[in-house]
């Protein structure tokens, strides 16, 4: 079994690009490392960022593709993890704990119009097996409560962190879930603003000024629409928090 597990890993990271393992050395009499376990998904909590381009059809099982924002599409044919899919991207950058998890199914099937109840069993058999491809990334349920603003607010008000990265050259802003923000200098400029002291109109000030003396002039409306899309959009990484 352990043999199966080690391929599979590889192919894996074969599969994925992996360029980076890390390892854990440990004394000849320690236990060995041991394959996941579909019985403990119960123990953990879960989050994704994917979105389908079809009609989603949740009654059935029938094969759908799901994408992420770097364009890693993903097969999924279970009913039932469908519908979690659909559940965890609705709360992202949140996670949903296990137990969480299964009511949310069962509020997006209602949404859909299926009804019926959740098999367990079939349902952690298809779970395990987007876990495994990383489709469904893992974290622990205490991970659940992270302080994120659900929208940009009266008064935006990005997290230190987040605005220390802006205003540094050549760093990488990374969302709560570690995925790097793709920004552009106005942007990036915007969110060191973004401490929760101004609200849209004052930033809306500033973009304007910032982007006069570069030479770009923008409508009210035009500038409107860039602030509020930059605003969801670190909304949707977790870079916001409430004031």
Request: proline letters at 5%.
């Amino acid at each position: 079994m352990a043999e199966r597990w080690l391929d599979a890993e590889s192919a894996l990271d074969d599969a994925l690009g992996t360029r980076f393992r890390r390892a854990i050395i440990a004394r000849a009499d320690a236990p060995c490392a041991q394959p996941p376990r579909e019985d403990a998904l119960s123990e953990l909590a879960f989050y994704a960022d994917l979105s389908c381009d079809e009609e989603l059809d949740l009654e059935h099982d029938s094969e759908q593709s799901f994408i992420n924002p770097t364009g890693n599409t993903f097969a999924v044919t279970d009913a039932l993890a469908k519908a979690a899919l659909i559940a965890l991207s609705s709360s992202y950058p949140r996670a949903l704990s296990y137990p969480d998890l299964i009511p949310a199914i069962h509020a997006v099937r209602h949404e859909f119009g299926v009804a019926g109840e959740v098999d367990a069993a079939r349902f952690n058999h298809a779970w395990f097996s987007l876990v495994s491809t990383h489709s469904v990334m893992l974290t622990l349920p205490e991970q659940t409560a992270l302080e994120a603003a659900d929208e940009p607010g009266s008064h935006p008000h990005a997290h230190a962190l987040a605005r220390l990265q802006a205003a540094t050259p050549g760093w990488v802003v990374s969302g709560i879930r570690h995925v790097a923000i793709d920004l552009d200098a106005a942007a990036r400029a915007m969110l060191q603003w973004m401490d929760g002291s101004r609200d849209q109109a004052a930033l809306g000030e500033a973009m304007r000024a910032y982007l006069a003396e570069a030479g770009i002039e923008l409508s009210p409306e035009q500038l409107a629409q860039r602030i509020d899309h930059q605003l969801w959009q670190l909304v949707r990484q977790g870079a916001c928090i409430n004031s």
